[in-house]
């Protein structure tokens, strides 16, 4: 059974940053997309960033040049850099893996159970 696990949310400042991880198990099983969803108080989930086996990456528009998606193939994992943070990137952060690099939670078959991100401004 596949399993990911988060790690890395806190609380910040506004302009600060902090790194999510996510670590995908067995490590022999290869996920070829993986991914980075978040979901806001009182908002539904939505798509922040992707990244594919060959390292090709998709972004959100509203975390494009703030936000960098990575992933050490070997070990399994994905990570989430995020600068210049803002008070509305709090949410709890999600990771997921699937099929394909995709942006929408159809494209995934598993996830990861969130790590909580606060931004005080």
């Known amino acids: 059974q596949v399993q990911l696990v988060e790690s890395g949310g806190g609380l910040v400042q506004a302009g600060g940053s902090l790194r999510l991880s996510c670590a995908a198990s067995?490590?022999?099983?290869?996920?070829?997309?993986m991914a980075w969803f978040r979901q806001a108080p009182g908002k539904e989930r939505e798509f922040v960033a992707a990244?594919?086996?060959?390292?090709?990456?998709n972004y959100a528009d509203s975390v494009v040049g703030r936000f960098t998606i990575s992933r050490i193939n070997a070990l399994n994992t994905v990570y989430l850099q995020m600068n210049s943070l803002k008070p509305e990137d709090t949410a709890v952060y999600y990771c997921?893996?699937?099929?394909?690099?995709?942006?929408?939670?159809?494209?995934?078959?598993?996830w990861g159970k969130g790590t909580l991100v606060t931004v005080s401004s």
């Open positions: 067995p490590r022999t099983f290869s996920i070829n997309g």
């Open positions: 990244i594919s086996r060959i390292l090709s990456t």
């Open positions: 997921a893996g699937g099929r394909v690099a995709g942006t929408t939670e159809d494209d995934m078959d598993y």
